[in-house]
């Protein structure tokens, strides 16, 4: 992502069913080196949509005003020394290699 933008990733916000492994977001904010947010209610697909129909209806005055209800439910901050990370991407690149030859083509 800093590559194809141009800017620095500061954070990673996440949401759906994987975010509430709390495991994977801590390999993240080792891997990526940055803080990964999860908010409070992780479901925001759903909670967009009732957002959405919402301001169609008149309900929210705002797409600001939807914005203040987002509120942070836990942050996970890199814990993991560099060197560390370095070997267990490694282990994962190798993993996903492996992964690759799984399935075969009908």
Do not use: C
């Not at 620095?8 to 709390?22: I, K, N, P």
């Amino acid at each position: 992502m800093e590559k194809d933008s141009g800017l620095r990733l500061q954070e990673l916000r996440v949401d759906g069913g994987a975010s509430r492994s709390q495991l994977l977001l801590q390999f993240q904010a080792d891997l990526l080196g940055v803080p990964v947010v999860r908010p409070r209610h992780v479901e925001t697909t759903a909670i967009g949509a009732a957002y959405l129909a919402g301001l169609a209806v008149g309900f929210w005055g705002s797409r600001e005003e939807i914005a203040r209800n987002w509120e942070i439910g836990a942050t996970f901050k890199p814990a993991e020394d560099r060197s560390g990370m370095a070997a267990r991407r490694g282990g994962w690149e190798r993993a996903l290699e492996r992964a690759k030859g799984w399935e075969t083509p009908a």
